[in-house]
Nanobody
């Protein structure tokens, strides 16, 4: 059974930075495509960024140039470095891993609040 556990959320002022982590257990991490999604209060969950098993990266336009996704396969962990945070980045951030069509998992989420 795959488990994804996020950490690193919190309260930060506008313009500040946070780094989220997502640790995976129970599977061969390096074979996965890993993504971050977020869900603001009263809104649908939206895709933020993906890093493939080969290291390719894609970003939503709303975070391009401010957020960076990376992975450390030796630590079974994917990271999301968030810089120049804005109030509209406030949301619960979820880690999502894909190992195949029948093998997809969500983390429990971590709250990020950007406020002065």
């Amino acid at each position: 059974q795959v488990q994804l556990v996020e950490s690193g959320g919190g309260l930060v002022q506008p313009g500040g930075s946070l780094r989220l982590s997502c640790a995976a257990s129970g599977t061969r991490f390096r074979a996965s495509d890993m993504s971050w999604y977020r869900q603001a209060a009263g809104k649908e969950r939206e895709w933020v960024t993906t890093i493939s098993d080969g290291g390719g990266r894609m970003y939503a336009d709303s975070v391009k140039g401010r957020f960076t996704i990376s992975r450390d396969n030796a630590k079974n962990t994917v990271y999301l470095q968030m810089n120049s945070l804005k109030p509209e980045d406030t949301a619960v951030y979820y880690c999502y891993g894909i190992w195949g069509p029948q093998s997809r998992y969500w983390g429990q989420g971590t709250q990020v609040t950007v406020s002065s």
